[in-house]
DNA sequence: TCTGGGGTCCTAGGACCC
DNA sequence: TCTGGGGTCCTAGGACCC
C-alpha cells in the first residue's frame, strides 16, 4: 500500500504558521513578480478565486480588505517543507518526495490495520511541531492514494486520512470522482473524454483496454491501470535529476541585449551552482527567451537553442560562456523579452567525467575554473552574489522581482524574526 | 499597466545505417 | 523505363504534474 501525504494549500498554511492573524480568513500567495495566484485557502476558494488567475484581477478583493495577499516566499517554504518531510521520513523510512508539499510512503511491512492509526498519529504530529495541516490518502496505487487523499482533505469524518481498501470502497470513490480530478489527466484530456461518454473515474474504468490505448495511449492505459489498484508509475526519484532549468519573468520586458546577457549570466551561474550542490556535471546547455504572449499587438519570437560541450562541466565560467554564446546566436533587435531561462542537460556525475580527446580547454585550466566556482559558492551565500564573473549582475537573487507583499523569513532568519516579534 | 517556475515522460518525424 | 525495407537514434514539441 501507498500513502500519499499532501499538505494542505501549503504557501498559505506556511504564512499561517507564522501569522495566526490569516487564520479563518481568505488568503492567496502570488507567483513571482507577483504576476498570479498559485496558493488560495479554503475561504479564497470558496470566494470563486481560480487557480492560477492573474493577480491584477482580484486586486480589487484584496484593495477592499476581502482577501489578504502575501508574495511567495520559497525560501519559507523550502525550511518547512524540509521539516514535514524529516517528520514523515523519521516514521516511515522509504518515502519519495514527489514535490514541495507532496510526499508518497511506502507502507509495505506495515499490518493493515495499523496502517490508518500510524498516518493519523502521523498527521497530528506534523501539524503541532510545524503548524502545516496534512492530508493522507492510502491506497494499493499511487493513483488511487490521489483519489483517497481527496476524500482526506474534503470529508472532515476522515479526520485527515482516508483508505481505500476494498472493491466495494474503490467503486464507491471512483464513481463519485470526475474524470478531470483523477491524476493524469489534464486539461486538454478531460474534454475529449467526456466527449466520448466517460465523465467519472469509474466510467473510464469500465472501458475495454483495448479503447484506452486507442483514445488515451500508453499513458492513459497506465492510469486505467492505476485505478484498478495495480501500480504501474515508476518512482521517479532517482541518484540525479535528467535536467536543471532556471528561468523567469522580467518585471519590465527587455529589448536591451547587454541586458539580457546580464540576466541570462546569472541564470547559467544558478544552473552551475545547483549542479555543483549536487555533485553533477552537464554535457549540454540550452538557452531560450520569450516575448510577451499576452501582447498579441506586438510581434511575438520564441527561440531556443542548445549546444554540446566538449566535455561534462559544472564551473560557473564555461556554462555562462556557452549560454552567452547561444544569446549571440538567437539575438534579434526589435524585441521585448518578457522571460527567458537557461536548462542544463546530459547530467553526469561529476566525479565520473569522461573527459574529450578533442578538448580545447587544458586540463590545468579547468581546474583553474574548478577552484574559482568553489570560491563563489564560498562566497556566494544567502542569495547574495558578491563573487560573480563580469556578465553576471552584481548584488541579490531575487533583485528585479516584484515581491511587494512579501513576509519575513520567519524559520531562517533570526534577525527578521527578532524585528516581528 | 499588470499573467510563475521547474520538472518528467511520450510521440512523431527526420537523419542515418545497412 | 525502372528506385526497398527495416532498424536505431535524436530532437522538438506536447501533455502532464506540482
Known sequence: MFALADCNNFFVSCERAFQPVLEGRPVVVLSNNDGCVVARSNEAKAMGIKMGIPFFRIKELVDAGKVDVRSSNYTLYGDLSRRVMNILRSTIPDIEVYSIDEAFLNLEGIPSEEQVPLCRELSVRIKKWTGIPVSIGIAPSKTLGKVANHFAKHYPGYKGVCIIDSPEKREKALSLTPIDDVWGIGWRGAPKLEGLGVHSALDLVRKPE????KHMHITGVRTWKEL????CIEDENRERRQSICTSRSFADPISDKEELTLRISDFAGICAKKLRQEGSAAGSVGIFMETSRFRKDLPQYYPMARTRLETAVNNTPEIVKAAIGL???????????????VLVDEIVEA?????????SVPDGERKKEDKVSALMDRFNTNGKTLLRVATQRPGHYADGIRREFCSPLFSTDWK???EVS
Not at 483495448?210 to 490505448?213: D, E, G, K, R
Request: no cysteine.
Open 210 to 213: 483495448s479503447w484506452v490505448l
Open 327 to 341: 544569446l549571440d546566436v538567437l539575438w534579434k533587435e526589435g524585441y521585448g523579452f518578457k522571460r527567458a531561462g
Open 351 to 359: 566525479d565520473a567525467v569522461q573527459g574529450s580527446l578533442f578538448d
Open 228 to 231: 484498478q489498484g495495480i501500480p
Open 416 to 418: 527578521q524574526l527578532l
